[in-house]
Structure formats: C-alpha cells, structure tokens
C-alpha cells in the first residue's frame, strides 16, 4: 500500500511536468533536496560563481597581469561588460524559470542576480574612467557625445542606479508595489540597451552580441506572451468561479 502511494505520487509529478512536484515525491525516498530548502543551497552558489569573475579580474590585476593579455584595460572592459549582461539576462529569466517549474522559491534569487548587475556595471564604469579616460571627467564627457555605443552604455548605466538603490523591502513600501513593479520594469529598456551597446562596440565580429541578443528577445517574446495571455486568464478564471 505505501509503494502504490509512493508511485501513484511519481506518477502524478511526471504527467504534471512539474519539477517541483517530482522533487517534493522524491524527497522522502532519495537524495533530492526539498525544494523549500533548496533557495538555501542554490543562492549561496550562485552569489560565489557570480562573484567569481570580479575576483577572477582582481587576482590578475595584482598578482598576474600576464593574465589579461596585451591590452589589460581592454581586457578588463570586456570581461566586466559581459557579466554586465550576463547578470541582466539572468535576472530576466527568474521570473519565466519559476513560472515553467513552479519553483515560486526561485523569485528570491531576482534581487541578488538584480545588485550584481549594477556591481558589474559599476566595475565597468570605473574601469572605463580610470584605465581609459584616467579619471580625466571632461575628456569622458567629450567621448560619450562623440561615441553613440558610449552613449547608450552610459545611459543604460543611469537607468540602473534608482533600480539598485530602491531594490529593498523598505523602497517596495516606500513607493508601493504598483509604482515600484513600474520603475523596475526599466530593466527591459537596460537590457536591451546593453545589447545595443555591446552590438556597436564589436562593429563586425557580431556572433556573440547576436547570440545574447536572441536570448533577450526569447526572453522579451515570453514576456509579451504571458502579457497578452493575461485577460484570457482573467475571464476563464471568472466563468469557472
């Protein structure tokens, strides 16, 4: 009786195709973590392999420089650029990554996935204005009115400051949820200025701009999916009720 139950739950969780399900039947009998603990495991791996890099840069700065090639400051550029973008997209894919497993313990990643965004996009800044420009404040201005690419990286750059800034519990109650959802969904246009950004600085060598481009419209589409899909819910719920 308690194997027909055991597999009855197994069964249930495969044809619902949800991960969780699976996880919570096997739990009691295997070594699958329960998923209210697995938040516990999963956030502090992913704060060290998103921290990595940084460290990664810093290592080489100080201690081995061979390690950034000819053109450190480029090098530095480019690698902090990336996990600029990277973090974003990450960010981006919470909220359709819980929605498809019905994982609702994977939104308490946002937040953290969200501030490294803005701590790569900060290293970016600094190395831009310290290796490139050498702090010189006017001669960066002059570049940015000079440079489009510049331009668009600079104000994705602006546009994520109040994100990072009213990203805790006290700002949500601050603002209120509605005005404060509202000012975060600037991370759409941030995204999609970053892609811009990254697409005019390579010019030519455009697979990997590409690539990270076509996962943000993946992303963008599912969005605009499930927000057109919304009222169609809305009123099943109603008839059903």
């Not at 699976?22 to 956030?43: C, D, E, G, T, Y």
């Not at 490294?116 to 050498?134: I, M």
């Not at 994520?160 to 246009?189: C, D, E, F, N, Q």
């Not at 941030?190 to 990270?212: E, N, Q």
Request: glycine share 4%; net charge positive.
């Amino acid at each position: 009786m308690v194997m027909g139950s055991k597999w009855h739950r197994f069964i249930q969780a495969w044809t619902s195709r949800n991960i969780i399900d699976l996880m919570n039947a096997a739990a009691p009998h295997s070594f699958f973590i329960q998923p209210r603990l697995l938040i516990s495991v999963i956030k502090p791996l992913l704060f060290c392999f998103l921290l990595l890099p940084s460290l990664l840069i810093s290592y080489a700065i100080f201690f081995d420089p061979i390690m950034l090639g000819a053109n450190p400051a480029e090098a530095i550029l480019h690698h902090t650029g990336d996990w600029v973008i990277y973090s974003l997209l990450l960010t981006l894919a919470v909220t359709p990554f819980r929605r498809m497993t019905k994982w609702n313990d994977a939104i308490k990643l946002r937040r953290m996935l969200g501030l490294f965004s803005f701590y790569y996009v900060c290293l970016h800044f600094l190395a831009y204005l310290g290796f490139d420009r050498l702090f010189d404040l006017s001669d960066m201005a002059r570049e940015i009115a000079k440079r489009p690419f510049i331009l668009v990286g600079f104000l994705a750059f602006l546009l994520m400051i109040p994100l990072a800034v009213t990203s805790t519990r006290g700002w949500v109650l601050r603002l209120g949820g509605k005005t404060w959802a509202r000012l975060h969904k600037l991370i759409y246009p941030i995204a999609i200025l970053g892609i811009i950004h990254y697409w005019w600085l390579v010019k030519r060598d455009i697979f990997w701009p590409l690539l990270l481009g076509l996962v943000l419209a993946a992303l963008l589409a599912y969005r605009l999916f499930n927000i057109m899909r919304a009222p169609y819910r809305q009123r099943g719920a109603k008839v059903s009720s």
